[in-house]
Antibody
Framework: QVQLQQSGPGLVKPSQTLSLTCAIS??????????WNWIRQSPSRGLEWLGR?????????DYAVSVKSRITINPDTSKNQFSLKLSSVTAADTAVYYC??????WGQGTLVTVSS | DIQLTQSPSFLSASVGDRVTITCRAS??????LAWYQQKPGEAPKLLIY???TLQSGVPSRFSGSGSGTEFTLTISSLQPEDFATYYC????????FGPGTRVDFK
């Protein structure tokens, strides 16, 4: 049974970088069959896929066009987790952020508020 | 990006009703479609993938059909625990989600 545990701050100041981590248990971030995703949800934008990282003999990343210039998703094999960094945040980035794998396993969600 | 629309956006129903939700895509995408159920304060739960394959553990009253640009999620007999918001998701290109259909008590 795969479980995903999110961690990271719930409040970020405008123009700063949002950072979240998703710890994986029950599978490996280096799995050749998994893709590890970040998704966010807000009343104005609904559910929005942000990006993913996955391993297929080497590491790959895909990012949504809407955040491509500001987002980085990195795997951490030593801790079996992956992270999200979103730079230059504004109030429009306020949302509940989720990590997900296989689309069947989701983290608990983190409400991130962008405010000074 | 492939855009998804859902209809209706809101549905009022009673226990025992048959409920059908439609998801339409802006371009053909084979059967790369999934359906999720979300309750307040919870993460989305995968119900159906590949348009019609029931995820393990999901009750058989849920079913999915369609291909190309039009898909449906059907709940054959609505149960009290089914009152929630339902989303479709396409996986043909970078994933996108539909805007959701809220199923509420009549």
């Amino acid at each position: 049974q795969v479980q995903l545990q999110q961690s990271g701050p719930g409040l970020v100041k405008p123009s700063q970088t949002l950072s979240l981590t998703c710890a994986i248990s029950g599978d490996s971030v280096s799995s050749n069959s998994a893709a590890w995703n970040w998704i966010r949800q807000s009343p104005s934008r609904g559910l929005e896929w942000l990006g993913r990282t996955y391993y297929r003999s080497k590491w790959y990343n895909d990012y949504a066009v809407s955040v491509k210039s500001r987002i980085t998703i990195n795997p951490d094999t030593s801790k079996n987790q992956f992270s999200l960094k979103l730079s230059s945040v504004t109030a429009a980035d306020t949302a509940v952020y989720y990590c997900a794998g296989f689309w069947d396993y989701w983290g608990q969600g983190t409400l991130v508020t962008v405010s000074s | 990006d492939i855009q998804l629309t859902q209809s209706p956006s809101f549905l009022s129903a009673s226990v025992g009703d048959r409920v059908t939700i439609t998801c339409r895509a802006s371009q053909g995408m084979g059967d790369y479609l999934a359906w999720y159920q979300q309750k307040p304060g919870e993460a989305p739960k995968l119900l159906i993938y590949a348009a019609s394959t029931l995820q393990s553990g999901v009750p058989s009253r849920f079913s999915g059909s369609g291909s190309g640009t039009e898909f449906t999620l059907t709940i054959s007999s609505l149960q009290p625990e089914d009152f929630a918001t339902y989303y479709c998701q396409q996986l043909n290109t970078y994933p996108t989600f539909g805007p959701g259909t809220r199923v509420d008590f009549k």
